[in-house]
Each structure stands twice: as structure tokens, then as C-alpha cells.
């Protein structure tokens, strides 16, 4: 059994910062990258950040500048730093752990998200 649990959402006015982090615990082998997405009322959920095992990252056009993922491999844990934040990063932001369980097999694992709110 393998858990993803995200924390650190909350209500910020715009131009502040947020930082959310989000633990991997459970029966695995290795995690072989970590993502945050992030949902908006009435939008598809889409990628905000990656960052692999071996530290590569990428963003979304939309948050390069503002937002950085990093990780801590030995706590399996990455984080997204959220600065200078606007009304639209409104939503729900989903962690997605690419683990490794063994015997070649890599399943995707989603945590159950954090809202995110950014007032005007």
C-alpha cells in the first residue's frame, strides 16, 4: 500500500507566497518522479512542475519565475514553493508519485489534494 498526502494549501492574498509539500510513505522500491498538478473549477487538471530522481525539473509556462519544486529524496518528500501568486493559481493542487514497487513495475499514485485560494 503505498500513500501520497499533500498539506500546506491555504488562503493567500495575491502578489504572497504558499508552500506546499507532499510525503510518499508505503511499500516501494523507489519514486522515479514527482508531479503537482493543479485543478481549477470548471478546467482540466494540468502540470505545474515535475521533478525527477535525478533532480531534473520542469514548469508550466504559467508558473516559470514564481514557482519551484525540489525535492528531498531520503524523506520521500518534494515540495512546491509558490511566490508572488496570482487569483489564477486558484485550485486544487494534486501531488502524482511515478513509483517503482518492484519487479519492473511502475504505478502513478495521487494524493488527495490541497486547496490553494489566492484572494485579489
Known amino acids: 500500500q503505498v500513500q501520497v498526502v499533500e498539506s500546506g494549501g491555504g488562503l493567500v492574498q495575491a502578489g504572497g507566497s504558499l508552500r506546499l509539500s507532499c510525503v510518499v510513505s508505503g511499500s516501494i522500491f523507489s519514486i522515479n518522479a514527482m508531479d503537482w498538478y493543479r485543478q481549477a473549477p470548471g478546467k482540466q487538471r494540468e502540470l505545474v512542475a515535475r521533478?525527477?530522481?535525478?533532480?531534473?525539473?520542469n514548469y508550466a509556462d504559467s508558473v516559470k519565475g514564481r514557482f519551484t519544486i525540489s525535492g528531498d529524496n531520503a524523506k520521500n518528500t518534494v515540495y512546491l514553493q509558490m511566490n508572488s501568486l496570482k487569483p489564477e493559481d486558484t485550485a486544487v493542487y494534486y501531488c502524482n508519485a511515478d513509483v517503482h514497487v518492484g519487479w519492473g513495475t511502475n504505478y502513478d499514485y495521487w494524493g488527495q489534494g490541497t486547496q490553494v485560494t489566492v484572494s485579489s
Open positions: 521533478i525527477t530522481s535525478g533532480g531534473s525539473t
